[in-house]
Nanobody, 129 residues
Framework: QVQLVESGGGLVQAGDSPRLSCAASGRTVSSYCMGWFRQAPGKEREFVATITWSGSSTYYAESVKGRFTISRDNAKNTVYLQMNSLKPEDTAVYYC??????????????????????WGQGTQATVSS
């Protein structure tokens, strides 16, 4: 059973560039698609970014495209979300997730949370103006 633990959130200023990390344990996730989602207060959880197992393909929500970058270090069983030019509207709990139902080394990525099988507990990022 895989456990995902996010870190790197906190209180930041608008314009800051923090990096979130998601470390997996219990099994390797290096051969599976992973994603980041977020949930703002009073809103539904929404897709942020996804990455294929190799890191060769990524896909972003329009709201973060050009500002956020998803990456992974398969040797460390970890996925990252570099967030640049933060805005107050980026305030949310950020979750990472992994899709395990696909065969390993599948070259696809997914933007719907229904496509993911395991989730972390989330890390709060609060952006002050």
């Amino acid at each position: 059973q895989v456990q995902l633990v996010e870190s790197g959130g906190g209180l930041v200023q608008a314009g800051d560039s923090p990096r979130l990390s998601c470390a997996a344990s219990g099994r390797t996730v290096s051969s599976y698609c992973m994603g980041w989602f977020r949930q703002a207060p009073g809103k539904e959880r929404e897709f942020v970014a996804t990455i294929t197992w190799s890191g060769s393909s990524t896909y972003y929500a329009e709201s973060v495209k050009g500002r956020f970058t998803i990456s992974r270090d398969n040797a460390k069983n970890t996925v990252y979300l570099q967030m640049n030019s933060l805005k107050p509207e980026d305030t949310a709990v950020y979750y990472c997730a992994v899709r395990l139902r696909s065969p390993p080394y599948s070259g696809r990525y997914y933007s719907s949370e229904r496509e993911y099988d395991a989730w972390g507990q989330g890390t709060q990022a609060t952006v002050s103006s």
